[in-house]
């Protein structure tokens, strides 16, 4: 199917220890940028910084070493920008 608008997913599984996956989708091929954030809006791992072809794309986020607790993961695709929350618990 082909994919229609941008749209960021909520992670899965969530809460989630210590991977979890996040996927995505692009209506056309973009330069992607996948961030994950704590709450106090400090970056702590750029996922994705890259061109991606149209389509569905997921990337496995890595949580091992870090901290419990609430964590934001935001896409930044052309002019679209979404934020999602995340819990990691160990």
Known sequence: ?????????QNYPNPF????NIGFD?????????????LMGQRVVTLVNEQK???YH????DA???ANGIYFYQIQAG???QTHKMILVK
């Open 26 to 38: 692009l209506p056309k091929a973009s330069q992607v940028k996948i961030e994950v954030y704590n």
């Open 64 to 66: 091992s070493g870090m």
């Open 79 to 81: 002019n679209f920008i």
């Open 17 to 20: 220890n210590p991977t979890t």
């Open 1 to 9: 199917s082909v994919v229609q608008k941008f749209e960021l997913y």
């Open 53 to 55: 072809l149209a389509g």
């Open 58 to 61: 997921s990337v496995e986020f």
